[in-house]
């Protein structure tokens, strides 16, 4: 992917984690909103031509950006977020490794060690948010 | 009810028995199995029963972990729905060996040249976090029981949930990567994982609601929950149809389309209706199992009488097995003040109250990282884990004959340590304080026996090939020398002779 694709993406995944999680949302409209930002992320790929990986890295770093608006345990759902990118990471990438494809060490250990320095954050200021966010943006295109 | 299915579990259970020992006789000929990878009914089963396990874990440590609430009795019935399922999920990849004289050297790993099988194997990654996950899920539910006669055991509960969290997914991904490692096009990808995952967990919802349905209760939140899943699934298949070109009707109808029923007021809100859709969940995900394993030849045309037996000895074994354990644990389900489902509603109303102005009068209470009581409960047990999966690793890489690579070392590395950890956090918990000494005494001799006696077994019988070949040299060297030797001392004992012949000869004269 270029990182032109890769930042269209990135941009399409944080339009739609600004919908999720709302306070007065329920478990259904939640839900739908997962469903369909996953259809619009595998639309998204099947455009670029890469739809078998994309569309669930792209799901993992919407979950990503959503977690910033929690207002309830956000350390704890923003480190489960970063896992979960690493889970779809992981194991994609040893499916993956099994047709040939390189295992992509520098991805996955910047992932592991975002969600590894989230569990000591502190009271997580709006500063601190944009950092997270800069950092999540800049392994996604550049790794 | 609960006798009418015992009795049900008894009926499916015998014929079923017969078509195991058909198979077993008779080989794979006798089930349905796929032309290209001779993967059939067992596995298909297999792989059902594994998602089915995850129920227990899902609901019980997942909803702990994250602070949802689910009544105790329901999660103490997920839980055992997730060993019976367990149980039976490691009597299968035994019946499709096809053989029973595989079985012992399956047990026992001993199926490559050198006596040990090949640690890159996903099959191998499979059985041992299978293992694991039974093991923790056991440990989980005796806590679970334990914690009621001993409240000080609650404390470990939620940092077990916390280990278990990850462990359902690494599980399920591991699975999957028995079908993504090979060298099918349909199975291979980066989505296999995340889709088996996603499909255990729906899966799992339909059986718990399905239980629930046979108990006579009702717990609205799994409800909802089948209702959103059923969302990502149709996503899932609607984008393999448009990657793969892979679309089976008959499960997009009976996973996807007929769970929306639960929308309909009356079918919600009708035991039979809430039954129907999950059972239609289950059937549905049975026959993707199957056109997995087999694309090209479809299902039903070629589903044989050993096929059917063999469905009917998997789900007879698990009501026999489920309700029965039920009926042992009947106490700890009935007792007074367990709320149950939406049922008893004053109860649960005002325990949720008084839980919901504790929860308000601890919003403001911040917790620094690392600091919590869960995290504290588990950092020892952590340690000692992840200081196991490093002993492991450099043994593996460095010590071991096979010599594997890194890749193929790291989806055990995980399971390592959420066992370590779990054994240890179980053993922090006090349990052995009830058990009496000479019972304990035991169990320790039991355990360092059979450690000792693996630890003989795989050193005696793990010979590299090349030993064994040089050990045929030497041995081939040994005995030409020998040879060479005793044929010098043929001429010396050949002059003794002669000797002792002259020496009779002049006596004689």
């Known amino acids: 992917m270029t990182p032109l694709q890769n930042a269209l993406g990135c941009l399409l995944a944080l339009g739609a984690a600004y919908y999720l999680w709302r306070p007065s949302a329920s478990l259904f409209k939640n839900a739908a909103l997962l469903a369909g930002a996953l259809a619009l992320f595998v639309g998204y790929s099947y455009g670029i031509g890469d739809e078998e990986f994309y569309p669930f890295r792209m799901f993992a770093l919407c979950l990503c950006f959503s977690t910033t608006s929690l207002r309830k345990d956000r350390r704890r759902f923003l480190c489960l977020a970063q896992i979960f990118w690493f889970w779809i990471e992981f194991f994609g990438s040893l499916s993956l490794y099994y047709r040939g494809f390189d295992f992509a060490w520098t991805r996955l250990i910047a992932i592991a060690g975002l969600a590894f320095c989230s569990a000591f954050l502190s009271r997580i200021s709006k500063g601190m948010e944009f950092c997270l966010m800069v950092f999540w943006i800049a392994v996604w295109i550049f790794f | 009810m609960s006798k009418i299915l015992r009795l049900l579990g008894l009926f499916l259970l015998l014929p079923g028995l017969v078509a195991l020992c058909a198979s077993m006789q008779v080989g794979p000929a006798s089930w349905y199995e796929g032309t290209n990878v001779f993967w059939g009914t067992p596995i298909c089963l297999f792989v059902s029963w594994i998602s089915l396990a995850h129920a227990g874990t899902l609901l019980s440590a997942v909803f702990l972990a994250l602070g949802v609430r689910l009544d105790r009795r329901t999660a103490l019935l997920a839980e055992l729905s997730t060993l019976c399922s367990l149980c039976l999920a490691v009597m299968l990849p035994l019946v499709q060996l096809g053989v029973a004289e595989k079985v012992p050297s399956a047990l026992t790993f001993m199926e490559s040249s050198d006596g040990i099988t090949h640690l890159g194997s996903p099959l191998f990654w499979d059985f041992c976090c299978i293992v694991v996950y039974g093991v923790l899920s056991f440990l989980f539910f005796h806590n679970h029981i334990s914690s009621r006669n001993n409240p000080a055991q609650v404390i470990i509960r939620k940092p077990f949930a916390w280990l278990l969290l990850p462990l359902v997914l690494w599980v399920q991904s591991v699975v999957s990567l028995d079908f993504a490692s090979t060298f099918f096009p349909e199975w291979q990808g980066a989505f296999f994982p995340i889709y088996f995952v996603v499909a255990a967990v729906y899966c799992g919802l ?21 209702a959103a899943g059923s969302w990502f699934v149709c996503v899932f298949w609607i984008w393999e149809f448009l990657t793969k070109g892979i679309f089976f009707s008959g499960v997009f109808v009976f996973a996807g389309v007929l769970p929306q029923l639960l929308w309909v007021s009356a079918v919600r809100n009708s035991r039979i209706g809430r039954f129907l859709v999950s059972l239609s969940i289950l059937l549905g995900f049975f026959l993707e199992r199957l056109y997995l394993i087999s694309p090209e030849k479809g299902c039903l045309p070629f589903f044989g009488v050993v096929d059917v037996g063999l469905v009917s000895f998997t789900i007879g074994f ?78 593996e890489m460095n010590l071991s004959q096979s010599k594997p690579t890194l890749i193929e070392i790291l989806p055990l590395t995980f399971p390592i340590v959420a066992l370590v950890a ?51 040299g030497v041995s081939a060297v040994s005995m030409e020398s020998r040879s060479i030797e005793i044929h010098e001392m043929l001429p010396e004992r050949n002059n003794l002779v002669d000797v002792e012949s002259e020496q009779s000869v002049g006596e004689e004269k």
Do not use: Q
Not at chain 2, 328 to 351: N, Q, R, Y
Not at chain 2, 431 to 442: A, Y
Not at chain 2, 443 to 468: G, P
């Open chain 2, 206 to 226: 339909a059986l718990v609601n399905s239980l629930l349905c046979a108990e006579g209760y009702r717990v609205r939140l799994l409800e909802k929950m089948t």
């Open chain 2, 318 to 395: 698990f009501l026999l097995f489920y309700f029965g354990m039920r009926r042992s644990i009947g106490c700890f389900l009935d007792e007074e003040g367990t709320f149950f489902g939406d049922v008893d509603g004053s109860e649960m109303e005002a325990d949720i109250s008084a839980t919901e102005k504790f929860d308000k009068e601890n919003e403001t209470v911040y917790v620094h990282p690392f600091t919590s009581e869960e995290f504290r409960t588990i950092r020892l047990p952590l340690l000692l884990g992840i200081l196991a999966m490093l002993l492991f690793v450099l043994w």
């Open chain 2, 422 to 472: 779990g054994i240890a956090l179980w053993i922090r918990s006090g349990v052995f304080r009830e058990i009496p000494r000479r019972v304990l005494f035991v169990i320790m001799a039991f355990c360092i026996l059979m450690s000792a006696i693996s630890a003989i077994f795989f050193t005696v019988f793990s010979k590299d090939e090349s030993e064994k070949v040089n050990g045929a």
